[in-house]
């Protein structure tokens, strides 16, 4: 049976409080977890940007954007962990046009 592929783009915000260290750790901790899930066509960081509203209060966040092409089981997976970990402030993954 054929597995099923898509292409995909997640975005996802650090908070920038936890300080230099935290924010890399996170940052290297989800584009490992999607590289070895999913074949990485571009990664992109952002660096620190204003919020467009406060979040927690929280003003500032460190923003990461990944495109890739994974399972379709994976993105579901990754929205999962990214959402149950402390220091994403928001995520969002959307599926592409291939």
């Known amino acids: 049976m054929e597995k099923r592929t898509g292409l995909y783009e997640t975005t ?8 230099e260290e935290a924010v ?8 490992s977890l999607i590289a070895e899930n999913a ?3 571009k990664t ?3 660096g620190n940007r204003k919020l467009a509203y406060p979040i927690d209060d929280y003003t500032e966040g ?3 954007y990944v495109k890739y092409t994974s399972p379709t089981a ?18 969002l993954t959307i599926k592409c046009e291939e």
Do not use: C, M, Q
């Open 12 to 19: 996802f915000v650090v908070n920038t409080a936890l300080g």
């Open 24 to 31: 890399n750790a996170l940052k290297e901790k989800f584009t």
């Open 39 to 41: 074949t990485v066509e």
């Open 44 to 46: 992109e960081e952002w």
């Open 62 to 64: 460190y923003y990461v």
């Open 74 to 91: 994976f993105p579901a997976e990754l929205k999962r962990i990214l959402n149950i970990t402390d220091g994403i402030l928001r995520s």
